[in-house]
């Protein structure tokens, strides 16, 4: 009866540590997917601050078309989220005018 019980004390052990190590494993696999591809910059233009992502390539010229299209005297702060989904990167502005919503893109 002890073996017995040795036995499954063993087993769930052993159960617990390869559930840990497989969790593990899958937060490193997610999380090396996260890294930024690109960096944060930020415009000034008069009172306005522009933050908005940089990524050393043809994105580069959307977003540059984008900030020339921006009227300082509507926006004093720019901000941006960026989003992965598979292989497709997408960049949400949001324009703020003395903290409140004015405009996405």
Not at 85 to 95: A, E, R, Y
């Amino acid at each position: 009866m002890k073996k017995r019980n040795n036995t499954i004390i063993y087993l769930n052990i052993l159960s617990i540590v390869t559930f840990c190590v497989i969790c593990i494993n899958l937060f490193l696999y997610v999380n090396k997917g996260l890294n930024k591809v690109y960096k944060e910059k930020y415009l000034r233009v008069e009172n306005s601050i522009l933050y908005y992502p940089s990524f050393n390539d043809e994105k580069d010229n959307y977003i540059a078309e984008y900030l020339n299209i921006i009227d300082p005297s509507k926006v004093d702060t720019l901000k941006y989220k960026v989003n992965y989904i598979g292989n497709f990167i997408n960049i949400l502005f949001v324009s703020y005018y003395n903290n409140v919503i004015t405009d996405y893109y």
